[in-house]
């Protein structure tokens, strides 16, 4: 395989195609053909599905691709979940890491891909981030989920709901703050953050009347980290600290699980949802939406949370240099 020579001065971004067989392949496409100006992009994925979108190349001027060919053409149709195209979007993920280790690219937009098909072709894991952590031995990453409006860091991320409890103790939170408070300063360049903590439970308890872990957990940790730069405030009812940092009263709000996040930012349009992966040795972003097998091939998918995904990660990595 060629190697990839970089621009020297545009900041280079790799882009994985994802679950060959979702939206990915298309919203990659139809991004590239808007932003394909900002920066030196190399897409990696298999070609022959990339050309199946039909966004003519000359819309995209400049785009590097490195093909892995690792998709048969025979029997190949959007839509469907399959173990092949799950071992092949974790190939394109691999050859990205090799690039990230050669220092061919300085960040790193996935597209999504399909955790059912990941798993059956015997990677078992519950998402990009998990896979990542492994692969580039991180043991402390959080998922940050934006849009235009708010920022929310993730204490739990893909955990059953009956098992949240669980998960929550002080290590993680006060991990989780501490990566968030680091990541709101290098890659965002807010000297003094911001950060509003939610409660876990109705009313962040009523002062252990509804629950424990806020009395017993969360704000042992907000005082324990009395001294990181800026203000960490909590834990409030998650309805107040959201309304809070919507008003624009604080810069980012520690959720205790995935929905705690995920309703509001879809709620106020989720065009502009990224997801940013801190902790991570490389700026990581993809979109906030899934392969969507039910549009795949359809040629209907909106590609603005990838254009956002890919902005954000030229932004990431350009105030991480000045930083």
């Not at 979702?22 to 590239?32: E, S």
């Not at 708010?150 to 103790?169: A, C």
């Not at 991990?175 to 953050?193: A, E, H, S, Y």
């Amino acid at each position: 395989m060629p190697k990839f020579i970089p621009h020297k001065h545009k900041i280079r971004v790799g882009i994985t195609l994802g679950d060959p067989s979702g939206i990915g392949p298309l919203v990659v496409a139809k991004a590239l053909s808007k932003v394909h100006s900002l920066a030196e992009f190399v897409v990696i994925g298999d070609k022959k599905v990339f050309d199946m979108c039909h966004v003519s190349c000359a819309m995209c001027p400049g785009v590097k691709f490195i093909d892995l060919n690792n998709v048969s053409r025979k029997n190949f149709s959007f839509g469907k979940v399959k173990p092949e195209y799950g071992r092949a979007s974790i190939q394109y993920l691999d050859q990205a890491l090799e690039l990230i280790k050669n220092q061919e690219i300085d960040c790193l937009v996935t597209a999504p891909i399909s955790k059912e098909a990941i798993n059956l072709a015997g990677f078992h894991y519950s998402g990009h981030t998990e896979y990542l952590e492994k692969n580039t031995h991180t043991s402390h990453t959080v998922m940050m989920l934006l849009n235009k409006q708010l920022k929310f860091s993730l204490v739990t991320r893909h955990t059953p709901l009956k098992k949240v409890s669980e998960e929550i103790n002080k290590g993680k939170v006060v991990q989780v703050i501490r990566t968030t408070c680091l990541g709101l300063r290098q890659l965002f360049l807010i000297k003094r953050p911001r950060i509003v903590v939610c409660g876990l439970n109705p009313h962040a308890s009523d002062n252990g009347i509804i629950g424990t872990e806020e009395n017993k957990i969360i704000k042992p940790c907000i005082k324990r980290l009395k001294r990181l730069p800026g203000h960490i405030a909590g834990p409030y009812p998650a309805e107040v600290a959201i309304k809070k940092a919507y008003q624009g009263d604080f810069d980012c709000v520690i959720a205790m699980y995935h929905d705690q996040s995920l309703i509001p930012l879809k709620l106020l349009g989720d065009e502009s949802g990224v997801n940013l992966t801190l902790g991570l040795p490389f700026i990581r972003t993809s979109p906030l939406h899934g392969t969507a097998f039910d549009i795949a091939g359809t040629n209907s998918a909106n590609p603005a949370s990838m254009i956002a995904a890919i902005k954000l990660a030229i932004k990431c990595a350009l105030n991480q240099k000045r930083a």
